[in-house]
Nanobody
Framework: QVQLVESGGRLVQAGGSLRLSCAASGRTFSTYAIGWFRQAPGKEREFVAAISRSGGATDYADSVKGRFTISRDNAENTVYLQMNSLKPEDTGVYYC????????????????????WGQGTQVTVSS
């Protein structure tokens, strides 16, 4: 079992920055990859970023490359998503998820690869 709790979402102006946190508990943190997904109203959940169990590999959606950075602190059981140069189209509920079947360096991008999900945190970017 893995429990995930996201935090850090809020209203921010376009061009601003936010750092989201995903605090994990339960299963040993280094045994699963973590992904961030987001869902805007009326749209499907989409991949944002992922980080491997080791923390040595990351992957990003094209829409956020160069603006978002995912990182993990295995000592603190936390994954972060640093979001810079935010745009109104980044608005949505952001979820972190855990893939317990991931290999050491893999960065899963499909939602169905993830078993455990947090409740989400709302990010709203105003123009």
């Amino acid at each position: 079992q893995v429990q995930l709790v996201e935090s850090g979402g809020r209203l921010v102006q376009a061009g601003g920055s936010l750092r989201l946190s995903c605090a994990a508990s339960g299963r040993t943190f280094s045994t699963y990859a973590i992904g961030w997904f987001r869902q805007a109203p009326g749209k499907e959940r989409e991949f944002v970023a992922a980080i491997s169990r080791s923390g040595g590999a990351t992957d990003y959606a094209d829409s956020v490359k160069g603006r978002f950075t995912i990182s993990r602190d295995n000592a603190e059981n936390t994954v972060y998503l640093q979001m810079n140069s935010l745009k109104p189209e980044d608005t949505g509920v952001y979820y972190c998820a855990a893939d317990i079947g991931a290999t050491f360096h893999s960065t899963p991008v499909r939602p169905n690869e993830y078993v455990y999900w947090g409740q989400g945190t709302q990010v709203t970017v105003s123009s």
